[in-house]
């Protein structure tokens, strides 16, 4: 944490609630409905700094510890659980690129990424690759010095919203989960399509898409990590996803709670 931080630990919850009452509660619904992420709300919880609060100052962030930083998010997810999801999935791929990134690469993407600038999608799953994600076939062929990729890929939390793709293909088809590497990928890259967004029951301000991947050349320093070594990669970003589920659970919870005291007749009794 940088000590401006330090000296001002709630700051950012304090910010997150404001933000909720004054950007997220009024449209929250409608966006739900609508299955919509307004370019305006990007730019505004880019402006409040949540994208990058728990990552460096160095590159850009602000530097929050992970329990603040949760905590924030989960007033997020209070108001909005699609938009959390949103921001999850977007730490998910600042998580693996902090940890496994070139200098290079961070230099490039981390900037932009924890300013919000740009938003960043993490996709490992496909049609028969859920729970068993070594299970995978979307296949990565090195070709001279670029990789071409082939595959569909499915439930890509941010498609289309996102400028920065994250994504795991199988380089070592016979090898298993030690087959597996990791690629940054941008979007309008030749050969790579994002799909119309799925009808969701819940969720629905975060945009869910296919990706396909038609002989997708790429430079070979969209690596991310070492080459059959992104099944560590992938699992390490799952983590941080983990932990804003359980962020998320939690303000769902919170909220339910509330509105049904306030629906009891108690309204401000249990309400913070
Ligand atoms: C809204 C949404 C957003 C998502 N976003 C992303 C994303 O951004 N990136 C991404 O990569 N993926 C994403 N996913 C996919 C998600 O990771 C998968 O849905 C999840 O891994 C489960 O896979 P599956 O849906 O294929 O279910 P399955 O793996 O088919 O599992 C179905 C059921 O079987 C159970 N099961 C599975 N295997 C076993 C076993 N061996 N023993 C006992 N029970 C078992 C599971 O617990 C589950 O209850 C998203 C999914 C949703 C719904």
């Known amino acids: 944490m940088n000590d401006s931080a330090k000296g001002a630990e709630c700051d950012i919850i304090t910010s997150a609630k404001a933000f ?31 994208f990058g609060m728990n990552y460096p ?26 938009v959390a999801l949103t921001l999850h999935v977007h730490w ?3 998580d693996a690129l902090v940890k496994f990134g070139s200098e290079e690469q961070k230099r490039c993407y981390l900037p932009d990424l924890l300013q919000g600038k740009k938003l960043a999608a993490y996709t490992i799953s496909e049609a028969q690759a859920g729970s068993d994600a070594a299970a995978i076939t979307a296949e990565a062929v090195l070709c001279g010095d670029r990789w071409v990729l082939n595959g569909t890929k499915y439930f890509c939390t941010n498609g289309g919203l996102a400028d920065v793709y994250f994504v795991a293909f199988k380089t070592a088809p016979d090898a298993g989960a030690k087959g597996i590497s990791m690629f940054i990928i941008e979007k309008g890259t030749p050969g790579f399509q994002i799909g119309p967004a799925e009808e969701k029951m819940g969720c629905r301000s975060s945009l869910t898409t296919s990706l396909r991947f038609t002989g ?6 969209c690596l991310l990590g070492n080459v059959n070594e992104g ?5 390490y970003g799952l983590t941080g ?15 339910a709670l509330e509105l049904s005291v306030r629906g009891s007749g108690h309204a401000g009794r249990y309400v913070c």
Do not use: W
């Not at 100052?57 to 699609?82: F, H, P, R, W």
């Not at 997708?216 to 320093?221: G, H, K, L, V």
């Not at 099944?231 to 699992?235: G, I, Q």
């Not at 996803?241 to 909220?255: H, P, Q, V, Y």
């Open 20 to 50: 909720c009452k004054q950007h997220l509660q009024p449209i929250a619904r409608q966006l739900d409905k609508d299955g919509r992420f307004p370019e305006e709300l990007r730019q505004n919880m880019a402006a409040a700094g949540f």
């Open 57 to 82: 100052a160095e590159y850009g962030g602000s530097g929050y510890d992970s329990v603040t930083a949760y905590q924030a998010a989960k007033e997020l997810a209070k108001a909005s659980a699609g």
């Open 92 to 94: 998910m791929a600042v």
């Open 216 to 221: 997708c050349s790429i430079d070979s320093a």
């Open 231 to 235: 099944f560590k990669v992938a699992m």
């Open 241 to 255: 996803g983990r932990l804003g589920m359980a962020a998320m659970g939690l303000g769902i919870a919170e909220a």
